[in-house]
């Protein structure tokens, strides 16, 4: 036997002897790829070139190469490329290395009046050429996630019709009852590991925008690859375009959905339900991200799916373990213990709830009682304080409802409850005035504020109001980023608590074990990570979560402890590899330029 290992997707073929000459070889590759031979061979050759060959004959030629995303290089083909795909004259002469074009690329992003034109442009390159896109992006994922990602992915959202260029992603309407299976088919990229899928009601706290909330998904996949290195070919954006009752929207003749309002009851369900088990069906084992659906839908989606397939809800369970993170790695100033801390949430929805029961575990994890752990998280609504008293409570709320008066104003609901973090999650701009700040302050030696509601201006405060009301005591994060700024004569610079810290690693570490299920312990164990991964430097500097240039390390140290889980609780699928990081390392996608010839 001869050890010829070979690679399709990441499946090892260990090739018998008799079949290592050119043609018995030639008819077992079929379009299995060579990966490496461990033993030389007289046919060593021969494989080298037939694979050569093979992956020439993939790549498209002539203008159609130009034109297609995944293997155009713009201005970065050689001159042997120029010949052997037929591009010669259709490319300038001169040949970049991808730095040069990185720095047209950024050159042409800064020159941009405004961060929607910045989108338009970066979204544009992402039709043009994946590898320059996806390499501008994660070296610059400072710069450029606000762009791609949080806020201004929020105002394309609301512009989707105005800016559309090319389509992204399937959409899925009422119409498609009965051949969803077909449309996902459709799909040019058949080993998909991850689909986000939005029915576009509830857009970062924007509301229904419909159909034109696909911007959500491609930006939450553009960030899985970035982040997480999990190769674009292997993602799918979905949305349900099951109508709006976004007025504006259907009455805009640029809107992009079906003109319908929204399906509701089972025609929704039985929709969802198709779309879900056409995904077991074409993408068998896919993880399905449920993101940006609305909270009468979501809860429902999350509790009916989730042990029957693989998937999550990122607004509650991501944001859920983001939150953790930033309360761990806030106790880190503070001192003391999760279950001795007082939780006051503002706004009691997925985010909000989400978060509530994941820390209730956390703090039951370091001893607390369940009863003891759940009367130390507060709950306000839109109707305020979630008490006992009240008969409006869905069960998700009236699990958190503890006996004391009704009280509408969350000032007052500090002075009372003097909770040591105050979380908002309510999409409601300056509920975090000076009196609840000052409140806060009052109560608190460093007064942790998180206002996590996105985009930007959706915030419950800002950093700065943050800071000033609370006299610079405050420990603070927030969902959208703010710019540092100039504090009592030195340069503070806040924490993003959004679940980008946490979804891109777990996906890696549930499509690297093969994980059946998504578990509520992978999200805690995420949230652990996340927040050991600060460093001192970090929360000197007023951050509770690492810089986002060390994302992609934050996103493996996740997605290892992801996979342990899964393992750990006979959830994996794939047999565990020797060298557990070794092999999630391996897998990671870093985008460069692949010599074609
Ligand atoms: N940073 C991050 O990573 C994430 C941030 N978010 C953000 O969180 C926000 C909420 O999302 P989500 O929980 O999914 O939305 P939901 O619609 O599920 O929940 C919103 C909640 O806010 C409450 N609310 C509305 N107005 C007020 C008010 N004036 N005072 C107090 N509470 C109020 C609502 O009350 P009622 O129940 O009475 O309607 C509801 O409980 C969004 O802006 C979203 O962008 C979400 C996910 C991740
Ligand atoms: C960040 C996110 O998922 C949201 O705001 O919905
Ligand atoms: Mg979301």
New binding site residues.
Partial sequence: MYRVDYEREDMVIRVPRRLVDAESLSRFLGDVTLRSLLESTEHVETARRMERQRRLDQIPKGIALLRNPDYNKGTAFTEEEKDALGIRGLVPPRVHTIQEQMARVLENIRRKPNDLEKYIFLISLQDRNKTLFYRVLLENIEELMPIVYTPTVGEACQEYGHIFRRPRGIFITPDDRGRIVSLLRNWPHKDIRIIVVTDGE?I??LGDLGADGMGIPVGKLALYTACAGIHHSRTLPVTLDVGTDNEALLSDPLYIGVRRPRLRGEEYDALVDEFVMAVQHVFPGALIQFEDF??RN?FRLLQRYRHRVCCFND?MQ??AA?TLAGLYAALRLTGGSLKDQTILF???????LGAGELIVSAMIAEGALPEEARSRCWF????GLIVRDRDDLSPHKRAFAHAHPLVADPAEAVASLRPTALIG????PG?FDARVLKAMARVNDRPVVFA???PTA?AECTAREAYEHTDGRVIFAS?SPFEPFEYRGRTVRTGQ???VYIFPGVGLGVITSGARQVTDEMFFVAAKTLAQMVLPEDLEAGMIFPRLSRIRDVSLRIALAVAHVAYRDGLATVPRPEDLEAHIRSLVYYPDYENYV
């Avoid at 503002?346 to 909000?352: D, I, N, P, W, Y």
């Avoid at 306000?380 to 109707?383: G, L, V, Y």
């Avoid at 999650?425 to 409601?428: A, E, P, R």
């Fill in positions: 509830r970062l706290g609305a909270n979501a607004d991501g944001t983001v503002v706004g009691a929805g997925e985010a909000g306000m609504d839109s109707k999650v309510s999409g409601q509920v996590l509601s996105n959706k969902g608590g959004n679940n």
